[in-house]
């Protein structure tokens, strides 16, 4: 399937080192590597479009990046007319069997064809993603009614034997109008950072639940993500259930957090300023 010109979107982001060749002895040796021209890999970019396009059958408006997040993503777009797809660039030089794994995706993003492929390509590829950058985030643990550091020191000594190492703050309050859900809490584990959600620190809330919230994302810190055999990222394993609901707490802040009036209450707190 051939497509036009205007269909490519190529982002030049940062150079992409290629392989380092052997280099001969002596003083002949040449300064290092070549780095493809920006000439070269759009060349590249073009070829794997086109064979990708004619794999998917479809028209795609492609954009290959460095990012160090994001590693697919695909829209369609209405009435049929092909899908807009980024793509990290280590699929530049996929093989055969990965393509195909990649066009069956495209086309159905939500299908299993050929994902255990896919994850296992990229899994292969993991060195080529660029490191992402830290966050600049301040730490903030004093509240206006909880004291994050001290819940998260007396959880380490009596549950954890002090061996959880993670920082600990108070988020920052979503923008946004009228609130549907809330994520009560969260571990990074690449800045091995846990960030309570800031609408529990109000009286009403006990303080047993915001222990066990603490507590939860302790207990990713302290397991850390595991791969199941497929390589999907399972983050409450068995084993982290099994933990967890034997924690002391566990069914008393189940509880609190099951009697729909307590999860109303949070969603209507007005964002403070």
Do not use: C
Not at 63 to 74: C, E, F, G, P, Y
Not at 254 to 261: G, H, K, L, Q, T
């Amino acid at each position: 399937m051939k497509t036009a010109p205007g269909q490519l979107e190529f982002e030049w982001q940062e150079p992409m080192p290629a392989p380092e060749a052997p280099r001969p002895e002596g003083p002949s040796a040449e300064a290092g590597p070549a780095v493809p021209t920006k000439h070269a890999l759009k060349a590249a970019v073009d070829a794997f479009h086109r064979d990708l396009a004619q794999r998917t059958g479809m028209r795609l408006l492609l954009r290959v990046t460095d990012n160090s997040s994001t590693i697919m993503a695909v829209k369609h777009l209405p009435f049929g007319r092909g899908a807009k797809l980024s793509l990290h660039h280590m699929f530049l030089s996929a093989p055969p069997d990965v393509l195909d794994a990649l066009a069956a995706w495209v086309k159905k993003p939500r299908g299993k064809q050929g994902a255990a492929r896919l994850n296992a390509f990229i899994r292969e590829r993991r060195h080529e993603i660029r490191p992402a950058k830290p966050r600049a985030s301040g730490v903030k643990t004093q509240g206006s009614h909880f004291d994050l550091n001290a819940l998260f020191n007396a959880i380490n000594r009596d549950h954890f034997d002090g061996k959880v190492e993670a920082r600990i703050t108070w988020g920052a309050m979503p923008k946004g109008g009228r609130r549907r859900s809330i994520r009560f809490g969260s571990h990074s584990a690449r800045t091995n950072l846990i960030r309570i959600h800031p609408l529990l620190d109000q009286p009403f809330v006990p303080e047993y639940f915001l222990r066990y919230i603490v507590y939860h994302e302790m207990l990713h810190a302290f397991m850390g993500i595991g791969e199941s055999d497929s390589g999907r990222r399972r983050i409450h394993p068995p084993e982290f259930k099994r933990i967890e609901q034997a924690y002391p707490g566990y069914e008393r802040a189940i509880a609190w957090m099951e009697v729909p009036e307590n999860l109303h209450r949070l969603l209507r707190t007005r964002r403070r300023t």
